[in-house]
């Protein structure tokens, strides 16, 4: 088999192109227009589609004049623990910069004056425990509440998560050690809430699902977990892909390998908490955050190169990713 520096396709990019396993074979790739009939592209059936600049547009919401914070949702972010406090900083960073109106950070004591300090735009709630997630507020006034960055898995974390699944019955967002415990406790898959958001990245999606043969088959048991949970699954990585309970796949078109650090998975859940909080529907929510989240890390990467690249810049650069979708 050819294994290509450069590929130029026909009118549109193939499957295999968006998966990694695939990449040594197709390198970077074009598609040219070869003149085929764009109404017939556009109403041929299929459930796989690759977002672009102008399907973000479409979903981003204007704002009205007399607006307020009570608008724009409070999001709840469970995050952090010992030594882990960064992941609750950046989750709640990016959900106030992805314009929810009000965001609570619920952290063990040990993470109080580091959230208050770097975080003053955020209320904090604290566990009465100093180093884990052991308990958690009233749940009543929160739109939606993004939960897992950070946390760890003690027993009692364990404990207080299964707590949240069962009191929480509106769509959530479930990242990193979320996650985990979910692998961990198969019987807790059931009752995540419907329509929820899971952001795996390879590792942890096997963690979910066990091993595949090949991406293809990646792929349909990424569908099957949509479909099974009755909620939107991100598979994290170059083109994320985001998977419906409906079997459509959307395919992201923008990020780079400088987002490849740690903390940038954080960033994206304080994103989707955010704009979930606003009443976007979790489909749009995932497309919409996914691809400002990789929007962040392509203008960064210009300013400051993609080595350089932290996660912290995503946070930065998210005011000038709004900006580009507005801006025509």
Not at 240 to 252: E, M, R, T, W
Request: charged letters at 20%; aromatic letters at 8%; glycine letters at 10%.
């Amino acid at each position: 088999i050819i294994r290509a520096h450069y590929t130029i396709t026909f009118q549109l990019p193939k499957l295999a192109f968006m998966l990694p396993q695939w990449h040594e074979y197709t390198g970077e790739w074009i598609a040219v227009d070869i003149g085929l009939n764009k109404t017939f592209i556009r109403q041929a059936e299929t459930n796989h589609f690759l977002v672009t600049l102008n399907d973000a547009r479409k979903i981003l919401r204007p704002r009205a004049k007399f607006d307020h914070k009570g608008v724009y949702g409070h999001a709840l972010i469970v995050a952090g623990s010992y030594g882990k406090m960064g992941a609750a900083v950046l989750a709640s960073r990016a959900a106030l910069r992805s314009g929810v109106g009000l965001v609570t950070a619920h952290a063990p004591g040990c993470g109080y004056t580091i959230l208050q300090t770097a975080v003053p735009e955020a209320m904090v709630s604290v566990d009465k425990d100093q180093e884990h997630f052991t308990d958690f507020p009233s749940l009543a006034n929160f739109s939606t509440i993004g939960i897992g960055p950070g946390l760890g898995q003690s027993p009692a974390t364990v404990k207080a998560f299964q707590e949240i699944l069962l009191k929480f019955r509106k769509p959530m967002v479930i990242d990193a050690d979320g996650l985990n415990i979910l692998a961990s406790n198969e019987a807790l898959l059931t009752q995540v809430p419907q329509n929820s958001i899971l952001t795996p990245h390879p590792k942890e999606f096997e963690r979910l699902v066990g091993k595949w043969s090949d991406d293809f088959d990646r792929l349909e048991k990424q569908k099957q977990l949509a479909a099974r949970l009755k909620s939107v699954i991100i598979l994290k990585g170059a083109n994320s892909s985001i998977a419906s309970p409906l079997g459509q796949v959307f395919f992201n078109s923008t990020g780079n390998p400088g987002m490849s650090t740690g903390g940038t998975g954080d960033v994206l859940t304080g994103i989707l908490a955010g704009l979930l909080a606003q009443d976007y529907t979790p489909l749009d929510t995932a497309i919409l955050g996914v691809f400002l989240h990789g929007l962040s890390g392509d203008l960064t990467g210009l300013e400051k190169g993609q080595a350089s690249l932290v996660a912290g810049d995503l946070v930065d650069f998210l005011p000038q990713a709004f900006l580009k979708l507005l801006t025509k």
